[in-house]
Each structure stands twice: as C-alpha cells, then as structure tokens.
C-alpha cells in the first residue's frame, strides 16, 4: 500500500543547460529520504509528440513510488512548440536526465543501478531511446557514464519510427538510428508495455513485434492490452490498473517491497 501525500517531498534539480534553457528533475521521495540513502529510482518522460507536454503529466504516478520508498522523477525536455527543436532533442535531453542522475546518485540517495525509466507515448520513446540508441548524445557530455535504464515501464509508447511507423516523416533523415525497434540489443532492460487495442497512432501488431523481438534475445518483456482503451488511456480511464502493473512489475524486480 501507498502512504499518503503528506509524507512526500519534492525537489526541482537542473540537470541541464543548453541554448540558455535550463532542463529540471521534478524529485519526489519520502520525506524521511537522506542524501546517504542508495533507493532504487524511477525517471518518467512526458508525452506529447516531441512537440508539447509537461513533466506534471506524470506526478501522479511518481507520487505513488515515491510514497513507495523509490526516489521518482519527472523530467523536463526540450520540445518543438516551445523550444523550436527536433525529435533528436527530445532524445539527446533524455538521455542528459539519465547520465545526471546516474553521475549524480550518491548525492541524490539514488542506487546507481537501479534506476528505471518510463514514459508516454513521445515520452515513451525518449525513455526506450536511451536504452537502444547509441547516437544523439549532447556534445561534450561525459558518455562514459551509461544512459542506460535498469528496467523500462512504457505506456502506449513511440517505439517504432520506421516507414509506417509514428512520426516517420519527421524523422526520416535518421529513423534507422532513431528508431527503438530497430535497435534492439542485449543491452536492453526488463520492459514492460501498456497498450490499449484501439490505439490510433500505436498498433497492437507493432507492440507485439518489439515484445517479440525483446523476447527472441533473451529479454524480459511484459505487454498489457487493455480492450477498448484509446491513446493516453493511462492517465484516465485505467490509471489505477495501470499503475498497479507497473508497481507489480518493478517490485518482481527488487525496486520495492
């Protein structure tokens, strides 16, 4: 069970200055959490089609592992409407959350080896972007210290950005690097996926092929299709049961009690 909002803190950390903006962590933990602690931590991306959103988006569900004893994030990153940038961005920011966080954990109280990420759909993709895409580092940045998330939680996330796939105009100079599906490696964490069957702009076919194919190396992968739910389904009409999944999923991993 989850303890109540009371018991939470929430901190804004800058992660990131680039082009005279400055990125931030939006941090939410128990209140009794201390910078010596070493809990296992949880970043969540914002949807919104590389365009929009806001990391408010996910403070419900970072509220609720937080009150679960994780350290949960909702990150900041730069999108088109308001920072004129492209998906690489999108990218280039979230794997600049991850390093941070990662570089920065013993300060944090943050377990540098556990450390998930989730997201939604543009969100999504950032978040499965850091853990199968080699390119799209910001400049100068220290790769040296792995973006690579310890365990992925994806809600109706943008996974394929091939011919057909979401978004496959904006990004066709460079979608065979861009793309998650087609970058699928070993190195890839234990994923769970939440999809509803009447998704407009994700196809089921398409989450059952990166399961697939997650599955065919090796990989721990989970996918959840909820009948009748549309794009953005999981932060309304199956927010709870998604949620639920999601807690179940991460404490099979160790990250909570």
């Avoid at 931030?24 to 949807?47: N, T, Y």
């Avoid at 999108?79 to 966080?101: E, F, L, Q």
């Amino acid at each position: 069970m989850s303890t109540p909002k009371e018991t939470l803190t929430k901190l804004r950390v800058i992660y990131k200055k680039v082009d005279n903006v400055e990125l931030a962590l939006h941090m939410f933990s128990l209140r009794e959490h201390k910078p010596d602690d070493s809990r296992p931590a949880i970043v969540f991306f914002f949807g919104g089609g590389w365009t929009g959103g806001a990391p408010e988006q996910f403070f419900p569900q970072a509220e609720h592992f937080a009150s679960r004893g994780m350290v949960a994030i909702s990150a900041e990153y730069r999108v088109a409407r308001k920072h004129g940038t492209d998906p690489r961005a999108c990218v280039s920011d979230g794997k600049s959350a991850m390093r941070y966080i990662r570089s920065n954990a013993r300060d944090l109280g943050i377990d540098p080896t556990r450390i998930a990420a989730g997201g939604g759909s543009a969100g999504g993709h950032v978040a499965a972007a850091a853990a199968t895409l080699s390119g799209f580092n910001e400049d100068g940045e220290d790769t040296s210290v792995s973006c690579v998330p310890d365990a992925l939680v994806l809600f109706n996330p943008v996974f394929d950005n091939g011919p057909g796939g979401y978004g496959h105009g904006r990004v066709k100079d460079y979608w065979e690097d861009f793309s998650p599906l087609h970058n699928l490696s070993t190195d890839v964490p234990p994923t769970v996926i939440f999809l509803g069957d009447s998704d407009n702009l994700i196809p089921v076919a398409t989450a059952e092929a990166y399961r697939d194919a997650m599955r065919n190396l090796g990989i721990r992968c989970e996918l959840h299709i909820y009948p009748g739910q549309g794009h953005g389904f999981f932060n309304k009409s199956r927010f709870k049961e998604t949620l639920m999944e999601a807690d179940r999923f991460l404490t099979s991993l160790g990250y909570m009690e």
